[in-house]
């Protein structure tokens, strides 16, 4: 609820994008709140300043906006990627492209960021290890690795499974065949979330006559439901 009490306290406008915007800042913003029982004057609240603008909306690669200033979250790359724990329709994947962590692209088209700068502040940062790590990187992270690596970070919460199933989606809409070995070692992951990714990634980037031999190694053992739907899918 930060939004409207943003809009509410004149620090900036609901977008089309539904994220607050400020004419001082952009759209790049932390918000935070301060809970108190002092008298304090209430500030003007700002109005929209969006006008005929809809970059917002023209650039999300999963339509997730059916309409200005309304958004499905079902369909949100930074609400698949953070947020939902189970596997991600096939009708998103593609959509997602490289997107391991979030997505932001509503933002960074907003014209509004000509006036925003960069924070200084340390803490603000991204660290050296965690900043677009290369994706061979991330496949090869077990539990261990993943939390001695994004210890600290937001990307921790998600988990070493989401993320992995992120990076496995990633690999499959990178088209290089060099990322195949770190595909074909997480067929057999103890995560079904993992394993069922790893067959998607396969299949877009192994040859037919490989896909088929592991399938043949593989799917008659798999248990999971949604992994062999992988398996399966035409």
């Known amino acids: 609820m930060e939004k409207p009490l943003g809009e509410a306290a004149g620090l900036g406008w609901q977008g089309k994008h539904t ?4 004419r001082e800042f952009g759209s790049w913003l932390f918000l935070g709140a301060i809970l108190t ?3 304090l004057e209430p500030d003007a ?4 300043h969006c006008g005929t603008c809809q970059r917002c909306l023209d650039i999300c690669p999963t339509n997730a ?3 200005p200033y309304q958004l499905d979250a079902r369909r949100c790359i930074a609400y698949l990627t953070i947020e939902h724990k189970g596997h991600i329709p096939a009708e998103f994947r593609v959509p997602i492209g490289n997107r391991v962590f979030g997505c932001d692209d509503c933002l960074a088209v907003c014209p509004w960021n000509k006036f925003a ?3 200084r502040l340390t803490k603000l940062q991204a660290l050296p290890n965690t900043d677009s790590p290369p994706l061979a990187e991330l496949l090869a992270l077990d539990d261990v690795a993943f939390r001695q690596r994004f210890a600290g970070t937001p990307v921790k919460r998600t988990g070493r499974d989401r993320v992995v199933r992120n990076a496995l989606i ?3 809409n990178s088209g290089d065949a060099g990322l195949l070995p770190a595909v074909e070692s997480l067929l057999d992951d103890p995560s079904p979330l993992v394993r069922a990714m790893a067959v ?5 980037l ?3 006559q490989a896909q088929e031999a592991a399938k043949r190694r593989r799917a008659g053992r798999e248990t999971d439901a949604a992994v062999l739907a992988e398996w399966c899918a035409p």
């Open 45 to 48: 609240p700002e109005v929209d």
């Open 65 to 67: 906006f059916p309409a």
């Open 170 to 172: 990633a690999a499959g």
């Open 37 to 39: 029982a002092a008298e």
């Open 200 to 204: 998607w990634a396969l299949q877009r």
């Open 19 to 22: 994220n607050l915007v400020s």
């Open 117 to 119: 700068e960069a924070a």
């Open 206 to 208: 192994a040859t037919p």
